[in-house]
């Protein structure tokens, strides 16, 4: 499918850096003298090349540190192996609107534009759409009043959206819980305050409009005010239609307990299984976070038909970047759809200090949020990364026909052993289950 406005999408090649400043919010009493750390991650991240800015040994990505450093000839093998090849080379960038690029300087947003092509056939035409992902810091102190907290983020997110529907972006996600600070290593109960209902809530009102504005189908994951099972909270995936209406949920399928992230103390798993929704434009999963450590629930949602999946996130540089860049291509591989990654941005500074017996002194920040967000396609390919500490928004044209001649070509569902994983499956979630090891009979 042809995006709505492609004319619009032009003026400027979309590798062309756009430069913002760093977004630390920080409350009143650390910003004034310097953020004290009592601990934190910060110290951390400058001894493992980490600045203090959220730069990468000073380059907002891992691609801009490569081309600064290898010739021509070895920075195209290195990236070839690093990104893949669509289509027998490099993914292609595609000119921005130059309104676009005036608007995202003024608001420090880094922007990229990409496409995935797909082999030209004789019996369909291109199935092209138009994705765009979103990755935001926080800008008002965690210590301002909550209204001001979250009137600033859907201040933001309005913007940012309306660049996206200038540049004909047909399906927008939204990263992890972008319209609050990622409160939840403080396990403070204080910030469900943050939870809507889906119907009525400030946010979801301000995204159905942003949708109906734009023909966007735009994906927006909050924390959901369950009214009708006496207001319990979840982490919620809310599929908005291009008419502004909602189409569908999907409640996160994992919970982590890992370090900071004391998610449990807020919500638990969700209810609602790997659902696919149908969308003007494609066919859409949205897993969660981190649901992508867990190689099944991605696969739940291609079995279901899924052509394109979500993975916003929130997770910080010490614990996960080194798989970041892996995952989301992995399960674009091993499902043959797109997927898009999305990670927020920034530090975050909370009023109280905290501990998640990790056995690190109390400290009052979760990390560092390293952005980088990307699409994957399934032919092995993927787009550069946003920066690791700017706002940003990344386009991609997709041809969805590309989902199909990459399944032709290398057969993974055709080939898959779905019986026998089933039958083990049944066998091990059942009391009694032993293990099919053959032991050797030497020992």
């Not at 449990?264 to 659902?275: D, F, Q, R």
């Not at 969805?400 to 049944?426: F, S």
């Amino acid at each position: 499918m042809q995006s709505k406005n492609s004319g619009v999408l032009r003026a400027l090649e979309a590798t062309t850096p756009i430069r913002l400043g760093v977004h630390h919010a920080l409350p009143k009493e650390l910003s004034a003298s310097g953020a004290e750390d009592n601990g934190s991650a910060s110290r951390v991240q400058e001894s493992k090349g980490q600045t203090n800015d959220g730069s990468l040994a000073g380059f907002d990505t891992l691609e801009d540190m490569l081309e600064k450093y290898l010739p021509e000839k070895e920075l195209s093998e290195a990236l070839r192996v690093l990104h893949g090849y669509n289509q027998g080379k490099k993914v292609g960038s595609i000119p921005i609107d130059a309104g676009v690029v005036e608007s995202a300087k003024e608001q420090d947003l880094d922007v990229k534009a990409f496409e995935f092509k797909a082999a030209e056939e004789e019996l369909r035409q291109p199935r092209k759409v138009v994705l765009g992902l979103v990755q935001n810091s926080i800008d008002v102190p965690t210590t301002e009043p909550f209204k001001d907290q979250k009137q600033s983020l859907i201040d933001k997110i309005e913007r940012i959206g309306d660049l996206a529907g200038q540049s004909g972006v047909q399906i927008l996600c939204l990263q992890e819980a972008w319209n609050m600070p990622f409160a939840f290593c403080t396990r403070e109960k204080r910030w469900c305050e943050f939870a809507e209902d889906l119907e009525t809530g400030t946010s979801m009102l301000k995204i159905k409009e942003l949708a109906k504005k734009w023909d966007m189908v735009i994906v927006t994951t909050i924390l959901e005010r369950d009214q009708a099972h006496s207001s319990t909270v979840w982490n919620t995936a809310v599929v908005v239609g291009h008419n502004g209406n909602i189409i569908g949920k999907h409640r996160k399928n994992h919970i982590p307990r890992v370090n900071d992230f004391n998610e449990s103390t807020y919500y638990m798993e969700g209810n609602t299984g790997h659902p696919v929704f149908e969308t003007k434009y494609a066919k859409i999963g949205v897993n969660i976070c981190y649901g992508r450590h867990h190689t099944l629930n991605w696969m739940g949602f291609g079995l279901n038909g899924a052509e394109i999946v979500f993975n916003p996130s929130a997770t910080v540089g010490e614990l996960s970047e080194p798989m970041w860049s892996i995952e989301a291509r992995n399960a674009a591989i091993n499902n043959s759809y797109f997927v898009g990654a999305i990670n927020r941005v920034g530090t975050e500074t909370f009023p109280n200090e905290f501990t998640s017996g990790d056995e690190k002194p109390a400290h009052k920040d979760f990390g560092h949020f390293y952005g980088s967000s990307y699409f994957a396609a399934p032919d092995a390919s993927r787009t550069p990364a946003l920066a690791r500490n700017k706002d940003g928004l990344m386009i991609a044209e997709c041809d969805l026909n590309l989902i199909q001649q990459v399944r032709d070509k290398w057969g993974i569902q055709m080939t898959g052993r779905h019986e026998m994983y089933a039958e083990l499956l049944a066998k091990y979630v059942k009391d009694g289950f032993e293990p099919q090891i053959i032991r050797d009979p030497q020992l």
